[in-house]
């Protein structure tokens, strides 16, 4: 079992209640609130090129040296430690993508003001349900009756929160490779596609400028 996969179980558990489908739609709507910054966005695009190519040397040159660690050990020797960067398979490599390629916000914190992301724990609505443990990250997520795309649609969600009940469930198609999330809806249990879906509780990046340049200040997950 992966990193992330380790992290949306704890996820489920942690936020696992009753067993309903959410009675109200209440939606996670995306936002980017530092698309206007023109180095931000240039940064943010060589830092995804840079993880694709799995560039250590970038990488790591780019990470603060008191950077938040998720075992609240800080500092950049932990951060090293725990994400493996001399490793072509290590964590970060597949898992920092998938938070730059999300939306972005302004975070103040006591030195000085980050650009977190992703925007689905910052932007998590006061008004959630108890028993809403996801979002949906798509603008238009069929929900299908099997995990299987040739199962029948049940509905269509766009950015809802959803009630996710099993965040691994294999496809049921012979050759399909899909994996897909279970989640309570107003017509039944039905199926997402996993990447359209994310734990509030998933990793979560923070970025502050420190003597004119980006630097990774914090990489965390968890409440």
């Known amino acids: ?14 936020l696992l209640s009753g067993g309903m489908a959410l009675a109200q739609p209440v939606k996670v709507v995306p936002v980017d609130e530092a698309a206007g910054d023109a180095t931000w966005t ?8 840079s993880l694709l190519k799995r560039d250590q040397k970038f990488v790591d040159s780019i990470v603060d040296r008191k950077v938040r660690n998720i075992s609240g050990d800080d500092g950049i020797a932990e951060f090293r430690k725990l994400w493996e960067l001399q490793k072509a398979d290590g964590p970060l490599w597949s898992e920092l993508p998938k938070v730059l390629f999300l939306g972005s916000v302004r975070v103040k914190r006591e030195g000085g003001e980050e650009i977190c992301a992703p925007y ?21 997520a069929i929900v299908q009756a099997r995990p299987s795309v040739t199962s029948a649609a049940l509905l269509t969600l766009a950015h809802d929160l959803v009630y996710v009940t099993d965040w691994e469930v294999a496809d049921e198609d012979k050759n399909g490779k899909q994996i897909w999330v279970a989640v309570k809806t107003s017509a039944g249990t039905g199926y997402l596609p996993q990447e ?6 998933e990793y979560r990046a923070c970025f502050a400028k420190r003597d004119g340049n980006w630097r990774l200040t914090g990489l965390e997950v968890g409440e």
Not at 1 to 11: C, E, H, K, Q
Not at 120 to 140: C, L, S
Not at 196 to 201: E, F, G, T, Y
Request: charged share 25%.
């Open 1 to 14: 079992m992966g990193i992330g996969s380790t992290v949306r179980r704890g996820a489920l558990l942690a």
């Open 196 to 201: 359209q879906v994310r734990s509030p509780l």
């Open 120 to 140: 689905v724990y910052f932007k998590w609505p006061p008004n959630a349900p108890d028993e809403a443990n996801a979002a949906v990250i798509a603008r238009e």
């Open 42 to 49: 240039r940064f943010r695009a060589r830092l995804i090129e």
